[in-house]
């Protein structure tokens, strides 16, 4: 029986029943070590006297294994993004898990549930069911079931921006995964992507340029194209931040092209709004410009959430402020904090909009928004670009009034700021 060592070991945690206890005129203690950690296959004479002793009935356990067998399936379903199908297999299994006295069973019923939830951006009942799972679960877990849940909980930090954790957890699953026997290629794919995403979230471009195209190889030779426009979205991303300018457009290029043919609303826009930041890099906003437009339009077209238009906004309203364009970046301010306005939207993109409006319009309160609003607000949540770009705006202000000392106490803040935090491309105004 598959992994029975791995069902005998959760039963005697359940039970607190210690390896010399269940063994005691049975077995030896290193046998059933061996068992338990499924190096050693026992007979069905010593399989039933420790099944007996730990009270469980051959048909639960069969019961529990065909289930676990099928929370797998469910779990490729979701990795495919077989949503709806997945959807109907784990409402099946609902009523099943109440009967169900296997938590191994339950364990796996938990797992899955919280990578459905995740990839359906149900995220704090994904939370909910991972915390569920108990260090009882955990520790009599075989490889593969520790290998789901590093994998998934990787997800998780993921999305939580826990980007340290998710690094660690994912290079656990990776770990465990080389040392299972059915390793399907499919799934290292999927690790490696979800790699390399981390390692380019951590700023670890090498890794995640090699992560990626170890991905793209696999997608490339069996056709997923959109996972194929994914992996050249995110060498471009990266490429771009190494300085490799040419062949980070070569990689959004590509990304576009695929998701064009595959009629990927979403994606196209995805892959503009990059190659938009590429030439914002190059200094070319007229070009910048209009590829941002063409994002704006696609997000449109694939009816998106009014909050994810807002990145785009603020890069034209950015863009169209270096241009000195200035009826346009107003246009296009309004039109943000309108959608901002509507949603009831907390957001930062409400200082952005804000503080550049008032300074355009030479309102008499942009000193008192921008010193004791916009300013102490990205400082607060450690946007620190963006507290140098709007303390050089102030100074630009109080240049404007020959208000020279205070000008000079923000030029000489912003450069301090600049010089000692970060090194940016493109940010200051």
């Given at each position: 029986?598959?992994?029975?060592?791995?069902?005998?070991?959760?039963?005697?945690?359940?039970?607190?029943?210690?390896?010399?206890?269940?063994?005691?005129?049975?077995?030896?203690?290193?046998?059933?070590?061996?068992?338990?950690?499924?190096?050693?296959?026992?007979?069905?004479?010593?399989?039933?006297?420790?099944?007996?002793?730990?009270?469980?009935?051959?048909?639960?356990?069969?019961?529990?294994?065909?289930?676990?067998?099928?929370?797998?399936?469910?779990?490729?379903?979701?990795?495919?993004?077989?949503?709806?199908?997945?959807?109907?297999?784990?409402?099946?299994?609902?009523?099943?898990?109440?009967?169900?006295?296997?938590?191994?069973?339950?364990?796996?019923?938990?797992?899955?549930?919280?990578?459905?939830?995740?990839?359906?951006?149900?995220?704090?009942?994904?939370?909910?069911?991972?915390?569920?799972?108990?260090?009882?679960e955990l520790v009599s877990l075989d490889k593969e079931g520790l290998y789901y849940y590093s994998r998934i909980k990787a997800l998780h930090d993921f999305y939580q921006q826990k980007y340290e954790s998710a690094y660690k957890l994912l290079n656990e699953a990776r770990s465990?995964?080389?040392?299972?026997?059915?390793?399907?290629?499919?799934?290292?794919?999927?690790?490696?992507?979800?790699?390399?995403?981390?390692?380019?979230?951590?700023?670890?471009?090498?890794?995640?340029?090699?992560?990626?195209?170890?991905?793209?190889?696999?997608?490339?030779?069996?056709?997923?194209?959109?996972?194929?426009?994914?992996?050249?979205?995110?060498?471009?991303?990266?490429?771009?931040?190494?300085?490799?300018?040419?062949?980070?457009?070569?990689?959004?290029?590509?990304?576009?092209?695929?998701?064009?043919?595959?009629?990927?609303?979403?994606?196209?826009?995805?892959?503009?709004?990059?190659?938009?930041?590429?030439?914002?890099?190059?200094?070319?906003?007229?070009?910048?410009?209009?590829?941002?437009?063409?994002?704006?339009?696609?997000?449109?077209?694939?009816?998106?959430?009014?909050?994810?238009?807002?990145?785009?906004?603020?890069?034209?309203?950015?863009?169209?402020?270096?241009?000195?364009?200035?009826?346009?970046?107003?246009?296009?301010?309004?039109?943000?904090?309108?959608?901002?306005?509507?949603?009831?939207?907390?957001?930062?993109?409400?200082?952005?909009?804000?503080?550049?409006?008032?300074?355009?319009?030479?309102?008499?309160?942009?000193?008192?928004?921008?010193?004791?609003?916009?300013?102490?607000?990205?400082?607060?949540?450690?946007?620190?670009?963006?507290?140098?770009?709007?303390?050089?705006?102030?100074?630009?202000?109080?240049?404007?009034?020959?208000?020279?000392?205070?000008?000079?106490?923000?030029?000489?803040?912003?450069?301090?700021?600049?010089?000692?935090?970060?090194?940016?491309?493109?940010?200051?105004?």
């Amino acid at each position: 029986m598959e992994n029975l060592g791995s069902y005998i070991k959760y039963f005697r945690k359940k039970n607190k029943i210690t390896q010399r206890e269940l063994a005691k005129g049975i077995i030896s203690v290193s046998y059933l070590s061996r068992i338990e950690n499924n190096i050693e296959q026992p007979s069905r004479e010593i399989s039933n006297l420790l099944k007996d002793r730990l009270g469980i009935q051959e048909n639960e356990l069969q019961t529990s294994q065909n289930v676990v067998q099928q929370l797998k399936k469910c779990y490729k379903e979701i990795a495919e993004k077989k949503l709806d199908s997945a959807s109907k297999r784990l409402k099946s299994y609902e009523k099943l898990m109440v009967n169900q006295k296997s938590l191994v069973s339950d364990y796996y019923y938990k797992v899955v549930r919280a990578f459905y939830c995740l990839y359906n951006q149900e995220f704090t009942e994904a939370a909910h069911l991972l915390a569920g799972i108990g260090e009882i679960e955990l520790v009599s877990l075989d490889k593969e079931g520790l290998y789901y849940y590093s994998r998934i909980k990787a997800l998780h930090d993921f999305y939580q921006q826990k980007y340290e954790s998710a690094y660690k957890l994912l290079n656990e699953a990776r770990s465990l995964r080389s040392r299972l026997t059915d390793n399907e290629a499919w799934e290292t794919a999927e690790l490696n992507y979800i790699l390399g995403l981390t390692t380019s979230k951590l700023r670890l471009d090498p890794l995640s340029i090699h992560y990626t195209r170890e991905a793209l190889a696999f997608y490339q030779t069996t056709y997923h194209f959109k996972r194929s426009a994914q992996c050249h979205l995110l060498l471009g991303i990266t490429y771009e931040r190494t300085n490799l300018i040419t062949i980070a457009k070569e990689q959004l290029s590509k990304a576009i092209k695929i998701a064009k043919n595959i009629d990927d609303t979403l994606l196209i826009s995805k892959a503009c709004h990059n190659l938009a930041h590429h030439f914002v890099t190059k200094g070319e906003s007229l070009r910048a410009i209009e590829e941002f437009q063409i994002c704006y339009d696609y997000k449109l077209k694939a009816n998106v959430p009014d909050h994810l238009l807002l990145s785009t906004i603020f890069c034209m309203v950015t863009e169209y402020y270096r241009l000195e364009e200035y009826i346009e970046c107003r246009k296009w301010a309004e039109q943000g904090l309108e959608i901002i306005r509507m949603n009831e939207y907390d957001h930062s993109y409400y200082y952005h909009f804000q503080i550049l409006l008032k300074y355009i319009k030479v309102e008499p309160d942009f000193e008192t928004f921008a010193s004791d609003h916009a300013i102490p607000h990205f400082r607060s949540i450690s946007k620190m670009e963006y507290v140098v770009r709007y303390t050089h705006l102030l100074g630009s202000y109080y240049q404007s009034l020959h208000k020279y000392k205070q000008a000079a106490a923000c030029y000489e803040e912003s450069l301090a700021l600049f010089n000692s935090k970060f090194y940016t491309k493109g940010l200051l105004l």
